[in-house]
C-alpha cells in the first residue's frame, strides 16, 4: 500500500512537471540556432536549382520558394512566358515572405534557362512519369543538380525532358497517377537535398 502511494506520487509529480513545460519549441526557441540575417545571405547554399516548367499557380509558386529556404538551396527559377512576379499578392502569402531569403530568378524560356545550366556543369533531373523514368529514391544525386518540375496539368514539357539526364518519378501505390506539384517537389527536394548536404 505504502509502496503504490509513493510510485502514484512520484507519476503525479512527473506529470505535473510535464504539464508545465511546453513540448512544442516557441519562435525565441528555434531563433536561438539560427544565424543572423546578414550571416545567412552570405552562408554558402547547397548547389541545387529546383527550375520551374511554366507552373502557374501562385500557391505552388510560394510553396516552392519556402522549400527552398527551409532546405537552404541555390535557387528558384520560375520559367514560361505567364511566369508570375514574386510581387503577386498571393504568392507572397504562400511564400510568407521566405522570398527575401531565396534567390529567385525569371526567365522566358525554359529551355534556353536549362541550355544554360548544362553549360554550367548541371545534372538535370526531370520529375515526371515517362516511358524510361526511375524512382526518385534509387538516384544518386551530385553537387550542382537541377530539379525541373512542370505544369499543373500537362506536366513538364517535353523539350525540357530532351534536355534533362534523367526521368524521375514518386511511386503511387493508390489508384492516384500524380501528387500535386509542390507536394511532389517536396518530397523528392528533401531526398535531393540531404543526399547534397552529406557529400
Known amino acids: 500500500m505504502i509502496q503504490n502511494n509513493i510510485t502514484n506520487t512520484i ?15 516557441s519562435k525565441e526557441d528555434l531563433r536561438q540556432n539560427k544565424p543572423t540575417r546578414n550571416e545567412y545571405l552570405d552562408k554558402p547554399k547547397t ?19 519556402r522549400l527552398a529556404d527551409a532546405f537552404a538551396i541555390e535557387k528558384v527559377i520560375i520559367c514560361g512566358a505567364g511566369a508570375l512576379s514574386i510581387s503577386d499578392k498571393k504568392m507572397k502569402k504562400a511564400s510568407r515572405n521566405e522570398a527575401k531569403w531565396v534567390t529567385v530568378e525569371y526567365s522566358d524560356s525554359t529551355t534556353v534557362s536549362l541550355q544554360t545550366l548544362l553549360d554550367q556543369g548541371y545534372t538535370v533531373y526531370s520529375v515526371e512519369l515517362c516511358h524510361q523514368s526511375i524512382d526518385y529514391s534509387e538516384v544518386r544525386y551530385p553537387t550542382k543538380s537541377v530539379l525541373v518540375l512542370g505544369n499543373e496539368r500537362k506536366g513538364v514539357s517535353e523539350s525540357a525532358l530532351k534536355l ?6 514518386i511511386p503511387m501505390f493508390g489508384m492516384g497517377n500524380s501528387l500535386n506539384v509542390s507536394t511532389a517537389g517536396a518530397i523528392v527536394l528533401a531526398e535531393c537535398a540531404n543526399q547534397i548536404r552529406k557529400q
Request: no cysteine; hydrophobic share 35%; charged share 10%.
Open 11 to 25: 507519476k503525479t509529480s512527473s506529470t505535473t512537471q510535464t504539464d508545465n513545460v511546453k513540448m512544442q519549441m
Open 47 to 65: 548547389p541545387l536549382i529546383v527550375l520551374l516548367d511554366n507552373v502557374s499557380n501562385s500557391y505552388n509558386i510560394g510553396a516552392f520558394i
Open 164 to 169: 534533362s539526364h534523367q526521368h524521375i518519378h
